[in-house]
């Protein structure tokens, strides 16, 4: 059974930091891809920053430059560093772990950026 467990998240005022921690594990697997999204309601989940197996990292055009995806060896854990938030990455963010076609995703967590 796959486990996915976010932490991290709150109120920070724009241009304020959080970081974002999430851990992977249960799967006798090896994982394709793991990474973060977020969604406001009305509005798709979209992607925010993901690491690929063949090497790759995306990131959302929007968070270029502020936020930073990292990832331990073994890809259990992700994490992610937002800096010079803006009231727009007012989301819920959600972490996913990506089996082949297999996706699984934490419950998410709340970041409110606001004054």
């Known amino acids: 059974q796959v486990q996915v467990v976010e932490s991290g998240g709150g109120l920070v005022q724009p241009g304020g930091s959080l970081r974002l921690s999430c851990v992977v594990s249960?799967?006798?697997?090896?994982?394709?891809?793991m990474g973060w999204y977020r969604q406001v309601p009305g509005k798709e989940r979209e992607l925010v920053a993901l690491f690929s197996r063949d090497g790759s990292i995306k990131y959302a055009d929007d968070v270029k430059g502020r936020f930073t995806i990292s990832r331990d060896r073994a890809w259990n854990t992700v994490s992610l560093q937002m800096n010079s938030l803006k009231p727009e990455d007012t989301a819920v963010y959600y972490c996913?772990?990506?089996?082949?076609?297999?996706?699984?995703w934490g419950q998410g967590t709340q970041v409110t950026v606001s004054s």
């Open positions: 249960g799967s006798i697997f090896s994982i394709s891809a």
């Open positions: 996913l772990g990506l089996y082949g076609s297999a996706s699984f």
